[in-house]
Structure formats: structure tokens, C-alpha cells
């Protein structure tokens, strides 16, 4: 390894060195979990900044075959770390107010960012699946993590199956590429299914491993556990599945697939893929909106959009090229950040037992104004609303979705990409009437409590239930996420610029 | 710059409105309540000056072209031409009327309100002066979540519904424009290798040579889709209802004075000169779908008995006339959809504002429940008759210039749309004289004891009636600022 070497991966290589820091905070500090999370959020902040300072400048580069630093990796390594920063933040008076705030949280919290952070940046099966495993073991932890309550536990152990079971296809999938090509390099894998040179066993390969994509992105018809995660994780937790892993998993796909079918559309190899992101897309936008459609509780109904988001988003990948790139990192970023806030209101005006549901969304507006802002400018984004990031986002997607259709690269991806791109129209304006109804109620008046109710409980003693948390540090994360929102919504200029010089790198 | 300004102002008084809210803190009524109305109400009226001074002194068109979001090409430009003037000045007007009417109706969260009303405005502005294409999606899709808000929180008792209803309507509309938009974008891009959202380069895309003409009709319907949502044409018109009777009143009077106009502006604007071919082949269909809007509005209208709800369907068939005259492709037809849309917006505008007043008033909007309120109430009585009068579109009125020239255009293209549109002034006459007779005249069918309208209330309507009469009696005047549209909208001027 080369000392610029060491400088293009210094994000990763701080990562690492933060993952051990956590681990020994935990074993000898006094106060092990405020150590972990000063740990935590100063290894992240760190990389972070490194990513720009130090790895920028050596950008495009290769490591070995293993991981290739370039500007893909680096907006993906953004979208994960900052995720996970504000998810780190956000996690302390959550996890404090319920008496479970531990140290191994927060390296759990590291280890996910490392897994994740090397899945944006791999270029050889290896990596790949070495960052997933990563990523997803800490996952099925945290997931886990509060053991006092049985939802959490049941959605670990559903998360666990199914995951390893994906995970499971990926690498067999994995193993008949390499038996086919005799290479790990993702980019010869692809290239030889793409030209068509790799023959029926090829194709058994590539379907498995979109098996384990497709599964990881929670895109439908693989998109079941979702809901059940989503539920029983914690907020903080569902926010990181629903952020950093998908924004992990959905940087090799937009670096593998979206060279091969610039290159080769209308050739039958490209085509049968473009046909098969398209039907993914498709149904992952129609399944995940009547999910949410008809979901009661909030943390659910946020995962069904979640699927419908994913769905939006492979949109920009069958179109291709480096413009089909930048819209999907565009719109990656852009529903990290709302979704992102969503959780993060979720997590801030949830009771002590539990996580938020509807009643608690109820008059929001009056009681806590803040929260009731970035929810609903979270909400708006997600519908693509202007003023707010999801805007553009949506109409990079739909410029991205029919420039394919009347360039001269159409053919079959246009006709898949205008198919879809109606189809998003309309399933955004159904996705509408999930969103507005929690918008909605958030600015009505508060619901008269049953006298019989209140009586009884103030039979019992009991005062209401217990508050939800303020503290300064979390709520000055929720308002920059909501700044950030509506900044990027009104002024996309420069962080639009600066993605598209990026995928181009 | 001061193109500028009609966007700049509403902004700046909706985050004023809702600052001297918040720093009043949660009492909200009184002072910090009247802080806000009056901030909207200055808003508005600096609109109308700016834009009546610009009508008396101004060298159209005026433009403005500010950088924006260069990686894609959309630029921050908007452009003032005879077109957009006219709408901007209803627009200043109606939003001081909006603020009045609400001025006794809406007592709780009223600076959150107000915000909502001004920022409504600010999108409703940027849509009559955008002149690219992507500021154009954003400010059209910028006046729905305020507008739902209106609705949702401050509306009558199916509001909820009502307000949900509007928004997924609109949106889907909406968002099949912003797909068209971004396909045409791509078309001209990736045909003249320029990237860009400008109205007049996008007008010049070479469509024949690159589009289908299946393709460019499927574009232009992407485009008539968002708008004929807002106009609303028939078929696409099942949430004006509810929407309208459902809304707050200062709600109804921008529903119906402004949004459904932005529609038939987008047409006149965008869906027509941008696809001529495609509009042109289309333009019988659309003529059609006006009339059946004419018809099955006026039939509405009859059966009604709720007086807000027989406003808002009479809305769908006045607004029937747009749809035709600006498909008849004649002068003289859209010259009378331009002012139909004008003298409909003052018309009809004043009418909620009226149905409201009353509805304060006697807590009912019921026709089978009220009955001689013009012997109680004199002042309501006499502008019910004259705005009643409007409504049935007497000769005087703008709402006859609007309607003859469509009609005189209509049959320049198809005898039978003519004749079938002028069937729906005969229903009109039936609806309006109908409601007039059951609110205001006979025997009142409950004792009640009510106010006469304010002073405030009767200047109000009293200078939407004097705007209404200055159109009808002399449409000169109106015609000649519409005839400093850009070339190829409307056409020359006519007779």
C-alpha cells in the first residue's frame, strides 16, 4: 500500500481506528457510554471531514482491486457518515430517557458506518460482501438492542432470517460469477453478463445477486420484512436501516449498473436488465405506497414509503449514463435527509414507552412547533413538494426518466423509462394521501380525552404519560436537518453541481 | 427587479405574518392577529399598485433573468407581458379581498393563516410570471400545500376530505406536467445539444424533427392534464365541489378568483404554443369537453341547495366557456376566455365573499332555510341582485363580454359547440335567478335577528361590482393591455 494509497482510504482507515477506539472506551472508561458516543461522533465527524480534505484530492483512484475511491464512493460516504452522525445524536436523550443508553450502542453505530462505507466503495466482490456482513451484523444488534422489549427482539430474529438468507443468495450468486469469469472484479463480472459471454449459468448468477440487492434495498417483491423491522426497531435504529444501508447498497448499483447500459442499450444483454430494474421499480413503487396506504401506525407507514422511495429512485439507474447517476445520488441524498428528519421527529416526541404513534402526532403543531416543522417539511420533501430538496429530486428523476426515452440511446429503456416515469407520477400523487393525513393531523386541535380515562388515571396517581425528551444538542440536528431541506429545495444549485462533477469522476 | 417584487412581497409578508404571530406568542387573537391581517392586507395591495402602475405607465413586456440552478439550466427569469398583467392585478385584488373576508370569519391560529394566504399568493404571482419552465412547475406546485392548509385547518365540516381530495387531484395533474416538462426538456436538449428550461428557446424546439407526433401529443396532454385539472374541464372537475364549499370563504375566493385561472393561463401560455400541431389536433376534443362542462356545471347548479355548492358548480360551467374559447384557436374567442376568466375571477370572488358574510351571519348555507334576507338585510340584498345578475351574465357585466366573444369565436370554429354552449347562458339565467329568489326574496322561512353587511364589507364589494361594470362597459380597455401579449397567444385584436 502506497502512503497516497493510505490518503484516498483515510476515511475508512479513521473508521477503523474509531471502531477499535469505541471498543476500548467501552471495556476501560469511567462513563462508558458517554465516552463511546464522544468516540462515536468524533471518529465520523473525523472521517467525514477526511473524505473531503484528504481522499478528495487523490480522486479517482483504485486500491488493489478491492476498493475503488472515486466520486461515487466519496457522495455515498457522505449521505452514510452524516446519516449516521445525526443518528448518533439524536440516539442519546432517546436512548437516555429509557434507561438503556449503553456504550456498545454507539460502536455498534461504527461498525455499521465502516460496513457501510465500504460497500460504497467496492469494486471487487470481497469488499462487497465483506462491508455487507459488516453492516448487516451490527444491524441485526441494534436491532435487537433494547431487550427489554419483545418487538424488538421478534423484528431481530426476522430481520436475522431473512437477511441471511439474502445474504446467503448474494454469495452463491457470487460464487458461480467467479467460477464463470474466474475474477472478483465487479467490473468484468458485469461487463461479461452485459455482452452476453457468460451463458446461462451467468444469468443464474447475476439473478441471485440482485436476489440480495433487492432484498437489502428492501424493493418489492422483496420488501416484506420492512415493515416488521421498521416497527420494532427503535426510531434511531429504523432510521439507519431506512438511511445508511440503503444509501450503502445503492452505490454499486449505480456504479456497476449504470456504465453497462449507457453503453449497450437496445443490445438484448442490457435490455432483459433494463426490463427487470423497470418491474422492480414499478412494483416496488405501487407495493409500497398501498402499504403505507393502508398502515395505522407511523414508524410502519414510513417504511412502506421508504419501499415506494426505492422504487422512485431505480428510475434514474435504467435511464443511465452519468446524468441517470447524479439524479439517483441527487434524489439518495435528498430522501436520506427527509427521512432522516422524519425519524428523527419520530424519535424526539415519542413517550418513554414506546415509540410515536398517530395520537401522538395529534396538535403537534401547538405543543411542539419545532418537531411539527421538520415532520412536515420531511413529509413534503418525501411527496416532492417545492421549496423543499424532494422537489428537485423528483424532477431530476423524471427528466433523468424521459431524457433516456428521447436521446438516441432509446429504444426499449425508453419506452420502460416513460412507462415508469407515469408511473411515478401518479403513485407520488397516491403517496400524497398517506402524508397529508399525518400532516394533517399534526395541525388540528388536541382530542378530548374520555372523562372516564381521566378519571381512572388520576385514581391511579399517574400524571401523563411521561413527556418525550428536549435536549438542545438533538433538537439543533432536527432544525439544521429541516434548514437543510428547505436550503437544498430552494438553492439545489451548488449540491447539484457538486454531485453531478462528482459521478463524473 | 420589480417583476421581482410580486413574488418578493407576498414572501415577505407570509414570514411577517407568522412572526408577529409566534413572538405573541400562543394567545394568537387580537393584536398579533390584526398585526398579521394587515400585513397581508399591505401585501396584497402593494401588488395591485405595482401592477396597476405598471398597466398605466409600463413598456411591456418587461423581463428578468436571474441565474438559478445552472447545472441543469433553469434560470430564476420571469417575464410581464399583456397576458400576465391583467391576472396579476386580480391577483392583488383578490388577496385584499381574501384578507377582508376572513376578516370576522377566522379568529383562531390567524397569523399561520395569513402565512398560508400570502405564500398562496407569492406561488399564485410566480405562476403568471414565470417564464421558465422549471420555475414555472415550482411555483405552480408551490400554491398547493398552503392552499391545502387553508382548507384542512380552517374549513367547514367536511374539510378534511375535502382538502385531501383537492391536493391528490391537482398533484396528479401537476405531476404529468412536470413529466412533460422535463420530456420536452430532454427532447430540445438533446436535439439542439443546449440544455434549458426558457420559455422562448423551448418554444422554438424543433418538435417535428424529433418527436413523434404521437410523442408531442402525449406531451401536450401532460401539459392540458395539469391544467385542465385547475380549470377545471369536465371529467377533471369532481373536487372543485367540495373544495370550494368546503373552504374557508377568503379560501373559495382564491380557489375560484385565481387557481382555477391559472389553468386556463397555462394553456394560453404553455400547452398551446409549445404544441401547436398537437393542440391543434386535440382542440375539437377540448371544445367538447368545455361544453359538456358548460352543460353538466349549469345542470349541477339547478339541483343545489346548498347556496356555496350551487356557486361553486355554476364555477365548472362558466369556466366551460374558457375551455372553448381558447380551443376555438379564434381572437375573438380567447380574447372572450381572457375576460370571461376576469370578470368569472370578480364575480365570482365576490359571490363567496358574500355567501360567507351570510353565512356568518345566519349560520346556514341552506337555500330551503334562509328566504327575504333583502327586506332584513337592504345592502346584502342590492349586491346580491347585481352580483346575481353578473352570474347569469347580464349585458353590462364583463361576464357577457367574456361570454359573447367566446361564443362569437366558438362559432367561427363549430356551429354546434356554439350553439350548445349557448344553451348553458339559458340554464344560468334558471340556477341564478333560482338561488336569488329562494335567499333573498319571500317570506323568511326562520326569524332571525342579523347585521346589514359592514361599511367595510359593502366598499369591498361595492369596488368589485365597479371593476366587474368597467370591464363589461368598456372591455377596450382590458382588450387593448391583452393585446400586448406576446405574439402568438391570443392573436389580433378584435372587434
Redesign the interface.
Known sequence: MKPDDAFAAAPLIILALACIASLAAVSFAKRKARAAFAVCAIGMALALAAAFALSLPMMPRRIGDLLSMDGLSLVGTTIILASALAIAIVSRPYLARREGERGEYYALLLFASLGASVLAASSSMATLFLGLELLSVSLYALVAYRRERAEGGRAAFTYLILASVASAFLFFGMALAYYQTGSLELQRIIGAAADGSGGPLMIAALAMMGVGFAFKLAVAPFHMWALEVYEGASAPVAALIATVSKAAMAIPLIRFLAPPILATSGGDGASSFVWIIAILSGASMIAGNLLALREERVKRMLAGSSIAQLGYILVALIAGGSYGASSALFYLAAYSLSTLGAFACVAAISPADGDASRSDFRALATKRPLAAAVMTVSLLSLAGMPLTAGFMGKFMLFSAGLGSGGSSAGGRAGTATGILAILLAFNSALSLFYYLRLLSLMYRGPAAEAPEAKKGREAAGESARIGPSRSLLAGSILALIGLSILVIGIVPGPLLGLISSLAGR | MILALFVAIPLVCAIAAWAVGRSAG?GHGGRSGLASRIATLVGSLACLVLAASLWLGGALPVRLDQA?????GASFSLSLDGLSLPFLALSGLLGAVAVIASWKGIEERVPFFHFNLSLTLAGINGVFLASDL?LF???W??M??PM??VI??WGHEGR?RA??KF??FT??GG??M??A???L???H??STGEWSFAYDKLLRTPLSA??SPTLQMLLMLGFFAGFAVKLPAFGLHAWLPDAHTEAPTAGSVLLAGLLLKTGGYGMLRFAIPLFPDASRAFAPIAMWLGVAGILWGGVMALGQSDMKRLVANSSVSHLGFVLVGIYSFDPAGRNGAVIQMLSHGLSTGALFMLVGALQDRIGTRDLGRMGGIARAAPRLGALGLVLTLALLGLPGMGNFVGELLVLFGAFRSSAAVAVLAGLGLVIAMAYALRMFQLAFHGEAKETRDFADLSAMETTTLGILVAVLLWVGLYPRGVLALISLALPGLIGGMTP
Open positions: 400562543p438559478w440552478i445552472a447545472p441543469i422549471f412547475a415550482f411555483m406546485e408551490l398547493l400545500v391545502f392548509f384542512d385547518i378534511h382538502a385531501v391536493f391528490i398533484q396528479a405531476l404529468l412536470i413529466a416538462i422535463a420530456g426538456y430532454a427532447a436538449g438533446s424529433t418527436l
